[in-house]
Nanobody, 127 residues
């Protein structure tokens, strides 16, 4: 079992930056692909960014490309989401998720691809 705890959310203005962190328990973090999802009020959860276990390969949804960067530190069991040039439409609860499958080809972009989830951290961007 892996426990994920997000932190770093908050209230910022449009154009500001935030860095989210997700700390994982257990010794198997370095074998998991990781991802960030988000869910805005009244909307479905959506994939934001993902990173392979090695940290070499990443994938982003189009709406964050060039603004957000996902990274990980396997020595610290932590995955990060650096968010720059934030927009009001980025307002959502952000969740990190872990995929324990070692067989997936490519980074999963569906919620069902992930086995463990954090409790979420609120990001609010004012205009």
């Amino acid at each position: 079992q892996v426990q994920l705890v997000e932190s770093g959310g908050g209230l910022v203005q449009a154009g500001d930056s935030l860095r989210l962190s997700c700390a994982a328990s257990g010794s198997t973090f370095s074998t998991y692909d990781m991802a960030w999802f988000r869910q805005a009020p009244g909307k479905e959860r959506e994939f934001v960014a993902g990173i392979r276990a090695s940290g070499v390969i990443t994938y982003y949804s189009d709406f964050v490309k060039g603004r957000f960067t996902i990274s990980r530190d396997n020595a610290k069991n932590t995955v990060y989401l650096q968010m720059n040039a934030l927009k009001p439409e980025d307002t959502a609860v952000y969740y990190c998720a872990a995929d324990r499958s070692a067989l997936r080809i490519g980074i999963g972009r569906r919620g069902v691809d992930y086995d463990y989830w954090g409790q979420g951290t609120q990001v609010t961007v004012s205009s």
